[in-house]
């Protein structure tokens, strides 16, 4: 998957998460689940690919993971739950296939909404 995208990792469910940015999903996952990728994740076991939306250019991408960044841990909660509530891994570490993500399905049925307007908003609830 070759497109700007912003990342949620965590450890288990509800534990430490990791927000990130790539051009290549399917690459910089398997290198989190191989451990390839020294720091944070290595360090604490980071590689449960959660929650992921595409963006259109990495300008974009990274203003939203710079906001994520800042959101409290409930509202990452809430992020992740709206859009994967059984917190499953959508990448698969057998395959290294990556789950077409319902952030991917919600866009494309409705018209893209401005993602990086309101710096400090909790996502909305379902």
Not at 56 to 69: G, N, S
Not at 73 to 91: A, D, F, G, H, T
Request: aromatic share 10%; glycine share 8%; charged share 30%.
């Amino acid at each position: 998957m070759k497109r700007p995208c912003v990342y949620i990792l965590v450890n288990r469910p509800h534990g430490t998460f990791y927000v990130g940015v790539t051009g290549d999903l399917h690459t910089r996952m398997a290198e989190h689940d191989q451990g390839l990728i020294d720091g944070f994740t290595k360090r604490y076991g980071i590689k449960t690919l959660v929650y992921y939306e595409l963006h259109e250019t990495f300008d974009a991408a990274i203003k939203r993971e710079k906001l994520l960044k800042r959101w409290n841990r409930v509202w990452k909660i809430r992020l992740i739950e709206n859009m994967n509530p059984e917190w499953r891994n959508l990448y698969d570490t057998g395959t290294g296939e990556i789950a077409f993500g319902p952030a991917d399905v919600e866009r494309l049925s409705s018209e893209p909404e401005p993602l990086c307007d309101m710096p400090r908003s909790p996502p909305a609830r379902g």
